[in-house]
């Protein structure tokens, strides 16, 4: 496996090669290897689960000012959860560097699921062990984060859908408005309105019109709920 091209199309620079190498390393390529004194990488997944927790953790944090322990919680478990992680690990073509034993090669080991979100987090963990948390966090930041903005998650924050069912109900009508495109174009914000019966009942600032819309969304829903 060409392991210099994979750090060059990801940015990235082991001081340990040896360390990447292993966060690909499956048990059954180990047990096919027996006598080279290998180690699979089932321990820097599990190093990398709690270093993806934390940085994700403090995202939401630092980006979601406005939700509640219990919503960053359920967002949280949406974006570090096995489907997605498999998404991150399929995006970035991981799964053509996974080493695999013959047996587990021939059964489509290599499409699994499971194995593919396993290497993702023992890619991080791997990261974290060379070169630290903040290169981990950089990381992150250039493939998972991205993919929080644009609403990927929103399933498990639909304040949009939430408002409407709840407006519908009373007989009402909800709509949304860009008030304010703030900053330069290649760094640009947007101020969404939202309005129930032409009546504005919140605001909502965010990197894509979307985003700025749930968090307008948001605000009226908890002004409804005061």
Do not use: W
């Not at 990488?41 to 939401?60: C, I, M, T």
């Amino acid at each position: 496996m060409d392991f210099k091209q994979f750090q060059k199309d990801h940015e990235l620079h082991f001081n340990d090669e040896k360390l990447l190498k292993q966060a690909f390393m499956h048990t059954s390529y180990v047990n096919e290897h027996r006598g080279e004194n290998l180690e699979d990488n089932e321990r820097l997944e599990f190093l990398g689960d709690a270093v993806l927790e934390l940085g994700v953790s403090q995202y939401l944090f630092r980006n979601y000012q406005e939700m509640s322990e219990g919503e960053l919680t359920k967002l949280r478990a949406n974006i570090v959860c096995e489907p997605s992680l498999e998404n991150f690990a399929r995006k970035n073509n991981l799964g053509k560097y996974v080493l695999l034993g013959k047996g587990e090669e021939a059964s489509g080991g290599r499409k699994r699921p499971a194995l593919l979100a396993d290497a993702f987090e023992a890619l991080i963990g791997a990261i974290y062990l060379d070169q630290g948390f903040d290169q981990a966090l950089q990381f992150l930041d250039r493939v998972v984060f991205p993919e929080i903005e644009p609403g990927a998650f929103s399933h498990a924050m639909d304040y949009k859908t939430q408002l409407q069912e709840i407006v519908q109900q009373q007989g009402g009508k909800v709509t949304y408005r860009i008030l304010e495109e703030i900053g330069p174009a290649h760094n640009r914000d947007f101020l969404a309105g939202v309005f129930i019966n032409e009546e504005k009942h919140g605001e909502g600032q965010g990197r894509t019109k979307k985003e700025a819309e749930q968090r307008a969304a948001n605000q009226a829903m908890n002004q409804l709920k005061n």
